[in-house]
């Protein structure tokens, strides 16, 4: 369960809907009702000042994990870049935080894992994805294209080459190219 703000108006407006805060409260009351592992994710730009509050709700909530990442800025989310992905700086306070949290709750992180996933754009060089980004996923849009991963039309291009993985071109003809797979798991610098 995703909870990208702890205050109900930033929620309501980043979830699209009114009661998105309330409603993702009860999902997770119901998760746990239902003795259902539980992992709550959320992290951005915007909500960096707000993750005590937000590690503190996990742990009220007994999350199992609390998966802190942004999400990947590949194909259309890549418009949203600027706003969503947080500073190195910030990066380093939730870094902190996370480091802080033990001697806070009295524990270990309560009972709480928290998993803390540098954003691609400041590592040496992407993380895997999805066993190896593309490698067991495959999009087909509604007018039969097939691209690996999610991608958007402005990122396909005819590709002609003859090794490895099969991926797919604009025009909707699989072909072989292992360089689309490696480019799709790329980052820009920020």
Known sequence: ISFPAIDAVLND???????????????????????????????????????????????DFEADFMKLATCQFYSWSQL????????????????RIIIEIPRQTGGPRASVQLIFVTPDYYEERPKACMNGGGSIVLTKTPDGTAF?????????REINTTCGTTACSTSGRLVSASFVFHAMTVCPSP
Request: glycine share 4%; aromatic share 4%; net charge positive.
């Open 148 to 156: 690996a991963l999610s991608r958007c039309r402005s990122d396909a």
């Open 80 to 95: 949203n870049r600027v706003s969503l992905l947080p500073t190195r700086e910030q990066l380093v306070r939730v870094e």
């Open 13 to 59: 407006l980043l979830g699209g809907s009114k009661n998105a805060l309330r409603h993702r409260l009860q999902m997770a009351r119901v998760v746990k009702a239902g003795s259902y592992p539980m992992a709550l994710a959320s992290f951005r730009r915007y909500n960096i000042d707000k993750i005590h509050r937000i590690i503190k709700l996990c742990i």
